[in-house]
């Protein structure tokens, strides 16, 4: 598409707003439809913050067995569980 310079006026910083630190940035392509009531859906790309501490409710990339995984964090006392927001899937 063609650039109108004209029309811009500012650009914006994406880590400045989004990331506190890039450099614990990444980003992933989802596969799977474990969190399609959540909106991510199979080819979404998501932006990756491993700079903060994961907090109840947090939507999570965790490693399970060699695999990552995408899924909403439930912790209750001394449990954590993974949840998917699919009601086809398991929790974890």
Known sequence: PEHREGYVDEYIDFYKYFIKNPDDAYIVRVSGESMCEANIFPG???IVDR???PRHGDIVIAGINGQKTVKRLFISGASVRLMPENKNYQPI
């Open 51 to 53: 700079g903060g501490e």
């Open 44 to 46: 979404d790309l998501l």
